[in-house]
């Protein structure tokens, strides 16, 4: 499945192998590309007076561009404007004998000219009242290799964007007279707003202004698409307060704007600057970005940086938010498209007035497939919910205590956008002001996130063989317990979601914990299910067969995943329970071959509860020696 190969993870993957594959699900990214030039309503103002105002400043810098390029008298002097000479350059109308640019390098200074210009005016057109509230100009640098990239790859021009809260800039990073951002400010895929990939293409254009989604000589198009997408996953790995990512290509006098989502490019018509209606689509586009809300570019305002001058996160329980502070980053988003799952280790700031002291929590940050008509509660997979019902079952049962995860906070992330309406974060609110049928093409996903404790290390962190047997003992006995006491399959035991926690004064190891019941799966009787996640999720060598036939799209089953508990066996004990998959038309979780599966695990669970009483001894022993 395209974009779903991880980014930053495998050090021992030679570059190039690395990127014949990300070519590879690039061309296919780009072949399943949608296409409609309503995109650029995503960055519409929403609030009616902001909007306006908007319209206004556009009109006045369409206007003042249309003088600025108008060509000279014939008793004109030469202009000594090199800027004015570029940007004439780019916007000179189509001519068969024209040739625009001659080769790449020569675009990259018409691109700074005509942008800088735009960003200006803006500027310029907007009185000093709050209403502009992103100021985006172009990175000085060209054709150069982003410093904190995975790979040597070089991009042509980059924007910036610069507004409060986010912390990614300060006010003198911006050359506030010519729309640059100065010279000595180095561009990263940490502060990078899009990437600009520019092709020479003389002859792209728009034939038919009335259908600009059909531009002739496609070829050059397509190729710059397919490396913006080889950049997307940096600005992902490196800006963890990112929801989507956008891009520009430029060929020949052709922009074309594209936004990845989760699961698919949706890249709007050609806005074609050779012609007067491109240029006021052009401006169109950067003014409404510069007075959108910033959710609209991609950015998440739940996440912010501080007066305190530090990242302060929103976690949401019913649609409450409480509040945290981010220590470290554990996991980084590191694909394209998927999950973009992100785990942070944060503190909690305990409500105003309350008694309640910080703690440290495990806050879980990601984008899960749900299906349009499903309400969250319904959701039988639904991690919180899920962690509810664990949490409630096992409170009086000491043998599991801090075995398992306990969510301090957690559910949708709300969006309040600049007219106080409060929505759940979603693809479907990401592309709310596309027609319906646009939207239904796009998989909908929700924007989750969790704070649980306790924390932990992964389990290959064991310093001896023992930790490592008390850990996978304990994960089995939450695991067994889960499915006995609730009927909540985990469906995704691997070494990454088996943790070790140790004393955090003396570091002597304490016990295991299971964790991640993100692919979990409670089973109602023989009830048929019906919320399907059309990509894989988990971790792949142990995922549970039916998970594996389901995201590879093998119909194996009537629906997504077979409701018994052999599914999980085959993940969880795996030889031992394989045959339990060989009728699929079992659906009973009480069936004989779950049953079976059922006694498997307890006698393997009882074997692993023995080890684990020899292993504590040898560890108590070694601790008393060292004591």
């Not at 180095?186 to 990078?192: E, G, H, L, Q, S």
């Not at 910033?294 to 530090?310: M, N, V």
């Not at 499903?374 to 664990?390: C, G, K, M």
């Not at 956008?417 to 479907?428: A, L, Q």
């Amino acid at each position: 499945r395209s974009g779903h190969m991880q980014g930053h993870t495998a050090e021992c993957v030679p570059i190039d192998y690395l990127l014949k594959e990300r070519k590879a699900e690039a061309q296919i990214a780009v072949s399943e590309s949608i296409i409609t030039h309503k995109l650029l309503q995503v960055v519409k103002p929403r609030k009616r007076a902001v909007a306006n105002k908007a319209r206004n400043v556009s009109d006045n810098v369409a206007s003042s561009l249309e003088n600025y390029i108008k060509p000279p008298l014939a008793d004109d002097t030469a202009t000594t404007d090199l800027n004015l000479e570029r940007v004439r350059r780019f916007c000179a109308p189509h001519d068969k004998d024209l040739t625009r640019f001659s080769k790449e390098s020569e675009m990259y200074p018409a691109i700074d000219a005509l942008l800088g210009f735009i960003s200006e005016k803006i500027r310029d057109n907007t009185d000093d009242d709050g209403v502009l509230k992103n100021v985006i100009s172009v990175f000085a640098k060209k054709d150069f290799t982003v410093p904190d990239g995975d790979t040597s790859l070089r991009i042509d021009k980059a924007l910036r964007i610069d507004f409060d809260g986010l912390g990614e800039f300060k006010d003198e990073d911006v050359d506030t007279k010519g729309g640059n951002a100065d010279m000595s400010k180095t561009a990263t895929y940490a502060n990078i707003f899009a990437v600009i990939e520019a092709k020479i293409d003389n002859q792209a254009k728009v034939e038919d202004e009335t259908n600009p989604e059909v531009i002739t000589n496609d070829a050059e198009r397509v190729d710059a698409t397919m490396q913006l997408y080889l950049y997307t996953h940096n600005i992902y790995f490196r800006q963890h307060a990112r929801r989507f990512a956008w891009g520009f290509t430029v060929c020949g006098s052709v922009f074309q704007a594209c936004l990845f989502t989760h699961d698919i490019m949706v890249r709007s018509g050609g806005i074609d600057v050779a012609t007067r209606h491109g240029r006021k689509e052009l401006v169109d586009l950067f003014t409404n970005m510069s007075f959108c809300d910033k959710d609209q570019l991609g950015y998440d305002p739940t996440i912010i940086f501080s007066d305190a001058e530090q990242w302060e996160m929103q976690v949401f329980e019913n649609g409450e938010p409480r509040r945290c502070i981010i220590n470290e980053v554990l996991l980084a988003a590191d694909r394209a498209f998927g999950r973009h799952t992100r785990c942070f280790h944060c503190k909690t700031i305990p409500d105003s007035g309350s008694k309640e002291e910080p703690r440290d929590v495990l806050v879980k940050d990601a984008w899960a497939h749900q299906k349009r008509d499903l309400n969250e509660n319904e959701d039988a997979r639904n991690e919180a919910t899920l962690l509810r019902i664990i949490s409630d079952g096992f409170r009086n049962d000491a043998s599991l205590e801090n075995k398992y995860p306990k969510l301090w906070a957690g559910g949708i992330v709300q969006q309040i956008d600049s007219s106080s309406s409060v929505s759940d974060d979603s693809t479907d609110y990401i592309f709310l002001a596309l027609d319906q049928d646009i939207r239904e093409k796009i998989p909908n996903r929700v924007h989750k996130r969790l704070a649980m404790e306790p924390l932990g290390e992964p389990l290959r962190m064991a310093k001896v063989v023992d930790e490592t047997i008390i850990a996978v003992a304990d994960a089995m006995e939450v695991y067994m317990a889960a499915w006995k006491g609730h009927r909540i399959m985990h469906r995704d035991i691997s070494t990454s979601n088996i943790l070790i926690r140790r004393d955090s004064q003396t570091g002597k190891f304490l016990n295991g914990a299971l964790i991640d019941f993100d692919c979990a799966i409670m089973i109602t009787g023989d009830k048929p299910r019906t919320d399907q996640r059309p990509n894989m999720t988990g971790t792949f060598p142990f995922m549970s067969i039916n998970c594996l036939a389901a995201s590879s799209g093998m119909d194996l089953f009537t629906d997504d995943f077979s409701d018994d508990f052999s599914d999980d066996s085959s993940a969880d004990i795996p030889e031992t329970c394989w045959d339990a998959h060989l009728d699929p038309n079992d659906r009973n979780p009480f069936s004989r071959r779950a049953q079976v599966a059922d006694k498997i695990g307890n006698a393997l669970l009882d074997v692993m509860v023995k080890a684990r009483s020899e292993a504590q001894e040898r560890i108590e022993r070694q601790n008393t020696a060292l004591d």
